[in-house]
């Protein structure tokens, strides 16, 4: 309570004052701020709906209550403060206050509050704020307003506008203070930060799972489900996407080395790194926050901000130092393709008694860990959820992609394309590349993303592929594993090159210099 009345008294003040100020800015009526009468303001204030909760300036107006002009800067500051007040009222005067007194000053700072407000309280205020600013018709499409201020109209941050972030977005979700704090070292600008619709550890990640047999899995899992394959020093492992789909986030340990499986769903990116750095091993959890659409996952030792995508730090101790988590191979294909190749393997299976009670996925008669059950509007949406600044249309923002980095180059290729071309020979630089492409049955593919890719040195030769068997330029056959093309004549290895599949808009924004495979 105490709380309350010291930031109603905060409110009153910076409301009388910039209203003094508003109308003294006006023209041909410039009063001095003592002389304006009580009625006349009371008049103003009532106008933008201030006295119904703040029931006591009436009464100070009525008594002749004078206050003493300050700055517009400071009077800014006392509004951007409110918008985050507990009271949607009180948000929805400092943003319609904002609005009439600052003009387009106040657009950034109306547009990131938008996205919780959408979720709280619907956010009407800030839509017809910004539709008066803006003339357009947005509505309550975030991303929309997000992209025609940071994006169209190439706007920078004002000053201070990262910290500011970092007390919205911690007044909105508490738990997000341990990772947004104003003091935090920093790669990246706040204002690329978005709120994924969730708080932080708020999409639990699965630790260390249950792994059974294969024979074990198959009397629940099906023969032609999706699932990422993994294989490091002679151990394989198969995780279900159903399982990925809703954790997102997977710290296991495979063939001794502690690992991460990190998904994005939104970006369709699903990378696997190793969690040891420089020594220390780490733990990941969902972090409910995503840098230019993709997500931002935290370690449990610094609570430092992570990309899925880059694999470094961007928020956070660790962002200080320039590096990297490594990263493996990763091999999305079905199961009984999996399993073909891996009959050995050990397969992740989450008991129905352990179903996560996860509310985004519970719907009457619906079971959260059906594959394809998550997120399938947003698959069968030809548009990214969440902004999208750097565009390219050589492919559709949700085409499907196979990414590949060496060194400071990077290259796409469109699955639609590799699906008609098993084997194909290709370079990026001063490196030549095979990529293999494997079939999937169209019932396994319900995303429409194709088939497994591996990626191999191929260190001048050429290959082609007769009868299911792998040949070079001299009719040499060639081995298929995880890890390298292996000649068993000669015992030469081609070691597997790391790519990702991914959406092309997601692809593309980090990666804005990319290359696109031509055929």
Known sequence: MKGDSLRIGVFTLCAFIALGAWLLLQPKVQPDPAGIAAAQLQQQLQSLDLLRHLP??????????????QSL???????????????????????TALTDLYGKRAAPYLIMALQFELAFSGGQSHIEALQRLSGKAFERQWR?????????????????????????YSGFIPSFAQVLAPDRARRIELHQ??????ALDEIEALNHPSIVSAEEALQTLLEDEMVFGVEINGETRAYPLRYLDVHELLNDTVGGRPILLSFCTLCGSAVLFDRELEGEVHSFGNSGLLFQGNKLMFDRTAYSLWSNIYGKSLIGPMSQEDVALNRYPLTQTTLAQWMALHPETGVLFIQPSELAQDPR??????????PGAAYGDYRQDDQALYPVIAQDDRLAAKDWVFGIVIGERSKAYAMAALSQKPVLNDSLGNTDLVLLTEAVPESSDLWKQGGAVRAYLRQGHTFRMDHDQLLDERNQVWEL??????????????????????????????????????D
């Open 193 to 198: 930060v978005m709120w994924g619709q969730v």
């Open 56 to 69: 006591s300036l009436q009464a100070r107006l009525e008594a002749g209550e004078r206050q003493t002009p």
């Open 144 to 168: 929309l307003w997000y992209q025609w201020w940071w994006g169209e109209r190439a706007q920078l941050p004002p000053p201070g506008f990262s910290e500011w972030i970092s007390t919205m």
């Open 361 to 370: 996925f519970i719907t009457s008669g619906v079971d959260q860990y059906e």
């Open 481 to 518: 594993t995880e890890s390298a093309l292996v000649n068993p004549s000669t015992q030469e290895r081609l070691e597997r090159v790391v790519g990702e599949k991914a959406y092309w808009f997601a692809w593309y924004e980090f990666y804005p210099e990319t290359l696109v495979y031509q």
């Open 73 to 95: 800067d400071e009077h800014f500051q006392g509004f951007l403060n409110l918008l985050t007040h507990r009271s949607g009222l009180v948000r929805l005067n400092a943003a």
